[in-house]
């Protein structure tokens, strides 16, 4: 798993609805930081990396938007797989997360 291939927006609902104003979704930004945002509302920012041997995501650190420490503190493995599926809107670059699940209990995105 290469950076490049993570930094962007990963949503929950774009690979089923073109309505997305309630959509979950995953920003990795180039500097390593990053926000769950929960239809135009972040909901949590976090640290991510790509583990030494490129095989997973690691994410923590995380905090509420007024910057309160909540949740996982270190960075952590996150199970993450990339692959590219058909979806029912098309074929999508997905990201699933098998270790544990992002808030709302969501475990599989698709690149915006």
Not at 59 to 65: D, E, L, M, Y
Not at 87 to 110: M, Q, Y
Request: charge should be negative; proline fraction near 4%; glycine fraction near 12%.
């Amino acid at each position: 798993m290469d950076r490049a291939e993570i930094i962007g927006k990963w949503s929950f609902n774009t690979a089923f609805e073109e309505d997305l104003s309630n959509d979950k979704q995953l920003h990795f930004h180039e500097n390593g930081t990053g926000c769950v945002v929960g239809g135009d509302e972040i909901v949590l920012n976090y640290e991510w990396g790509i583990s030494e041997d490129g095989a997973d995501i690691l994410i923590g650190n995380n905090t509420t938007p007024d910057g309160e420490p909540c949740g996982k503190r270190k960075l952590m493995e996150s199970g993450a797989t990339l692959s590219t599926e058909a979806l029912p809107r098309g074929e999508f670059k997905v990201l699933n997360f098998t270790k544990f699940s992002l808030p709302f209990g969501l475990r599989k995105f698709a690149k915006l």
